[in-house]
């Protein structure tokens, strides 16, 4: 659960929309049912009811409402008094917008290695949904983006690829897959699949994945982040494919079971973008030197390995 989650069930009590609720948060309608059931799947209960066409909270719904409504207040709060702190230097900080898994999974020892080459560097990341990462590029609200398999072609934006993080197959600790160190690809068919959800980029690359191997999966639950997922699994409600950096050591073993593709190589790519319009602060162009001996896309092309 995160704070952005919070939000997003705050608005749409405050709205009683789906639609607005996912116009106010960037991401689409079918993203704020995925994330109200995910909410209902860890509070083990319901959160609303519809009657005639209104939204009504049910009494856990009432009372978790109002925890919802006081966290995102402070977290707005607590943003708006930081940028207007740093707003007057901001041209000497770079900023980053990334998924959730590339932000926290990836792309730390790259700002680690950053801050240890210019002390005193000043690096701040966002976690956004994928489909903020564009618009905050090409807007200037971000100086980079880190997203998992890009799901479409932008003008003026170019994807470096500078990662492939390895997806592995999870399991509950009593499931018969348990104590196994690998599984071929041909067992997965008829597993019971915890996936993300379909809107997802990383969700298309396993599809792609699954379909030329000739792997029809069972699709069990569909959720919209990787720690839920995990928890899904813990529980036993299924297994799922995901990027081998998002599990933590004290989970395997404990509450997961990790296994290996044993005949196939599969891979989730994971970019770097920034605008070719814009100039970089020096800073910024500091941060791109990280990168440098990456072969850089064309101008106004893509690696996308859709």
Do not use: W
């Not at 348990?178 to 068919?189: D, H, I, M, P, T």
């Amino acid at each position: 659960m995160n704070i952005e989650t919070l939000k997003v069930f705050r608005d749409l009590l405050d709205t009683g929309s789906f639609s607005k609720t996912a116009d106010l948060n960037y991401i689409s309608q079918s993203a704020v049912s995925q994330q109200i059931k995910k909410l209902e799947f860890i509070l083990k209960c319901n959160l609303y009811s519809r009657q005639g066409g209104k939204i009504i909270l049910t009494p856990c719904g009432k009372k978790f409402y109002e925890a919802a409504q006081k966290v995102a207040s402070v977290y707005e709060g607590a943003l708006k008094d930081i940028r207007a702190i740093g707003k007057g230097h901001s041209d000497d900080e770079v900023k980053i917008s990334s998924i959730y898994s590339a932000g926290v999974y990836i792309i730390q020892g790259y700002i680690k290695q950053f801050i240890a080459a210019n002390h005193g560097a000043r690096i701040s990341v966002e976690y956004r949904q994928f489909s903020q990462i564009y618009s905050d590029i090409t807007s200037g609200r971000a100086d980079f983006g880190f997203m998992a398999c890009p799901y479409r072609r932008a003008p003026g934006l170019a994807m470096l690829p500078v990662a492939n993080d390895e997806m592995v197959l999870i399991s509950g600790v009593n499931s018969p897959l348990a104590g196994r160190r690998s599984v071929s690809v041909k067992e997965l068919s008829g597993l019971d699949f915890i996936h993300l959800d379909r809107i997802f980029p990383s969700r298309r690359h396993i599809d792609n994945f699954l379909r030329r191997h000739g792997v029809k999966p069972r699709v069990k639950m569909e959720l919209d982040n990787l720690e839920t997922i995990k928890s899904a699994v813990a529980s036993g409600d299924g297994v799922s494919l995901i990027p081998s950096s998002s599990i933590r050591e004290h989970e395997k073993g404990t509450t997961l079971h990790v296994h290996k593709i044993s005949d196939a190589e599969f891979l989730r790519p994971i970019y770097l973008i920034y605008s070719r319009r814009r100039k970089l602060s020096a800073p910024a162009r500091r941060f791109m030197g990280i990168f440098d001996g990456i072969k850089k896309p064309a101008a106004g092309g893509s690696n996308d390995r859709r």
